[in-house]
Nanobody, 127 residues
Framework: QVQLVESGGGSVPAGGSLRLSCAAS??????????VAWFRQAPGKEREEVASIYSDDTTRYADSVKGRFTISKDNAAHILYLEMSTLRPEDAAMYYC???????????????????WGQGTQVTVSS
């Protein structure tokens, strides 16, 4: 059974930085054909993809975070990361780790394409 557990959320002032982690179990990052991603959801808003990374390290970012956030993974440790810098109040949300495995070619678009989800970690940014 695949499990995803996020950590690293917290409260920071605008302009600050945070690193989120997502530990995966039940699936190895050492084989190909998977995508892991970060989504976020603020109160009253839809869940949106922040960044995704395919098993070959191809990445995709939302326009709103390009140049400020970096997604990466440690294949040996089965951990997904999201380095967030220059945080803005509009980045505040619950951040979720998501994964889907046994796919070919590229990451799916949209939350419905991801089968496994973590419980989320809260990010608060004060202005």
């Amino acid at each position: 059974q695949v499990q995803l557990v996020e950590s690293g959320g917290g409260s920071v002032p605008a302009g600050g930085s945070l690193r989120l982690s997502c530990a995966a179990s039940g699936y190895t990052f050492l084989i190909s054909g998977y995508c892991v991603a970060w989504f976020r959801q603020a109160p009253g808003k839809e869940r949106e993809e922040v960044a995704s990374i395919y098993s070959d390290d191809t990445t995709r970012y939302a326009d709103s975070v390009k140049g400020r956030f970096t997604i990466s993974k440690d294949n040996a440790a089965h951990i997904l990361y999201l380095e967030m810098s220059t945080l803005r109040p509009e980045d505040a949300a619950m951040y979720y780790c998501a994964g889907t495995f046994g796919i070919i070619g590229y990451c799916p678009v949209g939350a419905s394409g991801f089968r496994y989800w973590g419980q989320g970690t809260q990010v608060t940014v004060s202005s």
